[in-house]
Every structure is written in C-alpha cells, then in structure tokens.
Nanobody
C-alpha cells in the first residue's frame, strides 16, 4: 500500500521561508515522478511544482518560479519543497503527490497517489 506523509508546514510571517517534506513508502520511488500541489480555502487544488523520477527535470507554476525549489532524495524516498519569500497568498494545505511513471505532469488527474497534506499559513 502506498503512503505519502508530509511534514514541515506551519505558521510563518510574510517574507519568511519553510521547507516541507514528503516521505513515500510502498512504491519504487526512484521510478516515480513527484509533485506538490496546494489548496486554499474555497479554491481548487492547484499545481505548485514537480520533479522527474531521477530529479533531472523540474517544473514550476508561475507563482512558484524563482521562490520555490523542489528536490528529492531517492535514497531516503523523500521529496522536498523549499519555499522562500512566502506571501499570504501562499497560504493553504500543501499536498505531496506521486505518479506511477517517471515523467513530469502538472494536472491533478495525472497523479495517482496523494498524501494527507500539511498546512502552511503565511501571516501579513
């Protein structure tokens, strides 16, 4: 059974930084592309960043580009999202997601596995 467990969320002031992590179990991991999505209250879940199975390719939403960095450690079955220069509009539940395949995608429906999410709140 696949399990994705996020951690590292919290409350931070605008301009601050956070790093969220996701540990995966029950899947090969080194063969799976991974992504981060977020969902603000009353809004749809939206793509933030994705990384290919080897880590050689990454892709970011426009809102994340230049501020967020996705990375992975295949030896530890872990994917990270480093978030800098956080703004109140970055507030939401951040979800880790995995694909059965190694290539990057950025739509919710392209991901097969989901974590429970971790709350990130940015105060102004």
């Amino acid at each position: 059974q696949v399990h994705l467990g996020e951690s590292g969320g919290g409350l931070v002031q605008a301009g601050g930084s956070l790093r969220v992590s996701c540990v995966a179990s029950g899947l090969p991991f080194s063969g799976n592309a991974m992504g981060w999505f977020r969902q603000a209250p009353g809004k749809e879940r939206e793509f933030v960043a994705a990384i290919s199975s080897t880590g050689g390719s990454t892709y970011y939403a426009g809102s994340a580009k230049g501020r967020f960095t996705i990375s992975r450690d295949n030896a530890k079955n872990t994917v990270f999202l480093q978030m800098n220069s956080l703004q109140p509009e970055d507030t939401g539940v951040y979800y880790c997601a995995g694909r059965k395949y190694g290539g990057i995608q950025f739509k919710v429906e392209d991901y097969d596995y989901w974590g429970q999410g971790t709350q990130v709140t940015v105060s102004s």
